[in-house]
T-cell receptor
Framework: LAKTTQPISMDSYEGQEVNITCSHN???????ITWYQQFPSQGPRFIIQ???TKVTNEVASLFIPADRKSSTLSLPRVSLSDTAVYYC?????????????FGAGTRLTVKP | DTGVSQDPRHKITKRGQNVTFRCDPI?????LYWYRQTLGQGPEFLTY????????KSRLLSDRFSAERPKGSFSTLEIQRTEQGDSAMYLC???????????????FGQGTRLTVV
């Protein structure tokens, strides 16, 4: 299983773009990259998933370089409500494999 | 509400008592996961079901813990002879088996917060 490394915490201000990078040096050919968001006293919520290059949805963008050894979650113009913990997961597409394992995540604090 | 639901939301129990939690996954999801989360930590994987089959069990899951998923629908997690160290948030998640596509997109419930006194 590929392991991930993320910064423990980050601070930002309202209206700024936030980029959270996850390192996964041992990522395998079949692995996808998935990001979750968790607010206090709630379960994690799926944000975005990608395999290579760039993926964008209504919440965030995910940038994955050609070597796929890292990925960057980009949150445009953050607000106070984006204060949460963000987790990066790397998962294998092999049938029946369970890669739903979380690390410590990155605690993002958005300040006014 | 078609999301993952967990019951109860909160449970306070005395040390040594048994507790049971229930998780109702999204109806068409055949994968179900249980996690434990303590303050400041990420969710720790406990166990995982594919339909009614328990396919993986973490070494964190001592003999006091048991999970079932009869008929591949709802699941229960029982903790016997609770200890203070069992105090945590217990999270359930479900996902659809997508075959040869990454299975790391899951939907989580609100969790059950257990306090052992």
């Amino acid at each position: 299983l590929a392991k991930t490394t993320q910064p423990i915490s980050m601070d930002s201000y309202e209206g700024q773009e936030v980029n959270i990078t996850c390192s996964h040096n041992n990522i395998a050919t079949n692995d996808y990259i998935t990001w979750y968001q968790q607010f206090p006293s709630q379960g994690p919520r799926f944000i975005i998933q990608g395999y290579k290059t760039k993926v964008t949805n209504e919440v965030a963008s995910l940038f994955i370089p050609a070597d796929r050894k890292s990925s960057t979650l980009s949150l445009p113009r953050v607000s106070l409500s984006d204060t949460a913990v963000y987790y990066c997961l790397v998962g294998d597409i092999e049938y029946n494999n369970n890669d739903m394992r979380f690390g410590a995540g990155t605690r993002l604090t958005v300040k006014p | 509400d078609t999301g993952v639901s967990q019951d109860p939301r909160h449970k306070i129990t005395k040390r040594g008592q048994n507790v049971t939690f229930r998780c109702d996954p999204i109806s068409e999801h055949n994968r179900l996961y249980w996690y434990r989360q303590t303050l400041g930590q990420g969710p720790e994987f406990l166990t995982y079901f594919q339909n009614e089959a328990q396919l993986e069990k973490s070494r964190l899951l001592s003999d006091r813990f048991s999970a079932e998923r009869p008929k591949g629908s709802f699941s229960t997690l029982e903790i016997q002879r609770t200890e203070q160290g069992d105090s945590a948030m217990y999270l359930c998640a479900s996902s659809r088996d997508r075959g040869l596509v990454s299975n790391t997109e899951a939907f989580f419930g609100q969790g059950t917060r257990l306090t052992v006194v």
